[in-house]
T-cell receptor
Framework: AQSVTQLDSQVPVFEEAPVELRCNYSSSVSVYLFWYVQYPNQGLQLLLK??????LVKGINGFEAEFNKSQTSFHLRKPSVHISDTAEYFCAVSDPGDYKLSFGAGTTVTVRA | EAGVAQSPRYKIIEKRQSVAFWCNPI?????LYWYQQILGQGPKLLIQFQNNGVVDDSQLPKDRFSAERLKGVDSTLKIQPAKLEDSAVYLC?????????????FGNGTRLTVT
């Protein structure tokens, strides 16, 4: 089964600064990759996903992620964050034929004015 | 489109008691999932239904957890008896079909505290 490591548990960042959240997965074979966001007391919402094709994936709310097969990474970036981006972010992976998502432990992003 | 509805939002019980959670998926969604999210961890899949059949329950602690989706719509997840380590947020999610091109829609979860 696939596993995911999110390298940062907490990321404080100032408003309008860029942010990068790091995610590495366990396998070098074909995978599907996802980033989800969880706002306080809410369920998870899909930010973006990589299934195939271009390694640079654009998602909602100005986020993007880059799939790097050689480094087994799928880091999430946003060039300029807002206070409203304060949330927990989860990276997830699945095998193409499996459909089961394995989630990382999450990264808490706190945006300060 | 109404989202995934879950109730209750919060539940506090003592260990060895039983508890049940309810989920109403988005209308027309055939696939339903229950996840357990322990504080500081990512969600872990407990069980997946396709209509009213179980697709995967390999991570469900079957000695104390049970789930059903009798008519292929609503679902209930039960814990009996509860243990302290069952304290978590229980998330229900649904998707139109099974597959990674069909995004998961999550409910707001039920936060369970076992004392």
């Amino acid at each position: 089964a696939q596993s995911v490591t999110q390298l940062d548990s907490q990321v404080p960042v100032f408003e309008e600064a860029p942010v990068e959240l790091r995610c590495n997965y366990s396998s070098s074979v074909s995978v599907y990759l996802f980033w989800y966001v969880q706002y306080p007391n809410q369920g998870l919402q899909l930010l973006l996903k990589y299934l195939s094709g271009s390694t640079l994936v654009k998602g909602i709310n100005g986020f993007e992620a880059e799939f790097n097969k050689s480094q087994t990474s799928f880091h999430l970036r946003k060039p300029s964050v807002h206070i409203s981006d304060t949330a927990e972010y989860f990276c997830a992976v699945s095998d193409p034929g499996d459909y089961k998502l394995s989630f990382g432990a999450g990264t808490t992003v706190t945006v300060r004015a | 489109e109404a989202g995934v509805a879950q109730s209750p939002r919060y539940k506090i019980i003592e260990k060895r008691q039983s508890v049940a959670f309810w989920c109403n998926p988005i209308s027309g969604h055939a696939t339903l999932y229950w996840y357990q999210q322990i504080l500081g961890q990512g969600p872990k899949l407990l069980i997946q239904f396709q209509n009213n059949g179980v697709v995967d329950d390999s991570q469900l602690p079957k000695d104390r957890f049970s789930a059903e989706r009798l008519k292929g719509v609503d679902s209930t997840l039960k814990i009996q008896p509860a243990k302290l380590e069952d304290s978590a947020v229980y998330l229900c999610a649904s998707s139109l079909v099974q597959g990674n091109n069909s995004p998961l829609h999550f409910g707001n979860g039920t936060r369970l505290t076992v004392t």
